[in-house]
């Protein structure tokens, strides 16, 4: 398998997650398609590691594994304590403010 | 191939400039000096040790940055550039740091601004018992730190990845922090969930753009970049694809159009030290790293980003000022007010000479005080459900406290660029810079939505003056000596830079003279 269809694949799975945060309503769910933005990140920098022969994209995604996890622990923070006083994790509910 | 080299050569420990990185060092020292505090520090003692150590820990890490002054080197194996704008930078998101934990430290349980029990559900006796029993969330105090911290880092990283960590140390601690209110806890949560899921999305488009930059490059470091950029022979694909991504991700921070949705909710929802934090600290470090992957990592191609900054310019100019007309509450007028400063900031930045990079430097300070000054006005004016938000309530204010109004006058005269305030000094640099770079045009819309946004400014003071108050208005709560402190800042820095601007543009200078280390 050539590195490029890693690329390819790489593009794909960003533009699933990128949609999906558009397209969906449920916070989690969104939070989930940024992950999965994330880990298209981590494919394309091992990927292109490989292509340049070099480590800097190996050490790159180790990098935002960490960060991905310490996005999870505050994120899923905010989301369940908005969750607990609406008893809705629907963004389209959080209305509030506006205009 | 690489376990080979491995066996040949020992392993060598990495070279650290600590001295060089002090700044940084001290905040993020101060950060875990906080949550050890937490730890073990008694609940009610709390609050006293937080707020004189990070007050004498943000002094001494401004000292060490002053210390620094006149290096221009690459620290810590190339990760970290420490040079003159850098230094400029760090200096004013300490001191601006140091004016919001004024506010932060205001602890009174009537005029606090931060919630009692941030797990407790907002109206259930859980809630009311912790507002009873007087207890405060003293977490901010760390939080805040470590978001400084990464404040720092972000203008200094030399190398994307660097970037990428500091701009996540930054903005998961704000995420945290803006669902911190003590009232309107709902506005407040979300405003943090807003932040939060647009925040990580738009670090996401970064970071793919940092993957698309280095598979054009092989390198991540921003100097290699700008070498790989002047002998391109790569994909170009590749290499406009990641700076149209990187550039979402720092835009996005910085609150320019379209990318600004966020910061009016967020603004109006997060307790107001926060907001103050957010409006000077953030966007400076925001404009500090913009600068430095512009100048350095893709000053080769600037006729390619150019244009783009030119609209992005102009959209967030003109919509940030015509937007902010129709606000009714004064947090979200001031952010849509931060989205126009925003715009007239990015001016500069387009300049792309020495004089416009210490325009911009300039301007930030300029701003940043007066944000901060204005925000402590805010938590001021209060009624019984806390601060007094809405610009109806604003009505007459200048006639029972002639001495609050009158100094949120001249703030607002100083955002809108009216002689002898730091505010059209600031302008007058960053639009004579864009002049002297080739962007007239751009100026000509920049002084045209001046003068949108000096209307709405005008507006808010003939309400504060020239109309009645209401007979059940909100009081203006005596400042405490912090948030007097802050104001009293706020007003001293914006006069000085309007009457006396000649040390500050000239330190300014100085500072962009050697621009920034490759």
Redesign the interface.
Known sequence: MTPINL?VL?FVL?TI??VG?LVRRN?IV??MC?EL??N??NL??VT?AR??G????Q??AF??MV?AA??VV??L???V??F???RTAS?DD?N???? | M?SQLLAQSAVQAPHIEYGQLAPMLIVFGLAIAGVLVEAFVPRRARSAVHAPLTLVGLAAAFVATVLQAGTHHVAAEGAVGVDGPTLFIQGTIIALAFVSSLLIAERRPDTSAFVSD??S??GTQEERESLVAGDVQTEVYPLTMFAVGGMLLFPAANDL?TM??AL?VLS?PL??LC?LARRR???S??????Y??LG??SS??F??G???V??FA???RLSEIALAVSHSGGNETLLLLGLALLGMGLLFKLGAVPFHSWK??VY??APTPITALMGSCTVVAAFGALLRVLYVGFGGMQWDWRPFMWGIAILTMVIGAIVAI?QADVKRMLAYSSIAHAGFVLTGVIASSSQGLSSTLFYLVAYGFTTVGAFAIVTLVRDAAGEANHLSRWAGLGRRSPLVAGIFAFFLLAFAGIPLTSGFTGKFAVFAAAVAGGATPLVIVGVLSSAVAAFFYVRVIVVMFFSDPNPDGPTVAAPSLLTGAAVAVGVAVTLVLGVLPQPALDLAANAAAGLFVR
Do not use: C
């Open positions: 690329i790489s960003f997650g990128a945060v916070a969104m939070f940024v933005m994330l298209a990140a394309a920098f292109f292509m340049h070099n480590l800097d994209g050490i790159a990098f935002v960060v310490a996005e505050v994120g923070a905010i989301i304590s908005i607990r006083t609406r963004v959080a509030l403010l506006k205009y | 690489n941030a797990a559900v907002p990845l990428f960590v996540e998961l995420y945290v669902g806890r709902l506005l949560q979300e405003a943090a969930v807003k939060f899921l990580a999305f996401a488009f970071l793919y940092i993957a698309m280095y598979g092989g390198s991540i009016p909710d109006q929802g129709t």
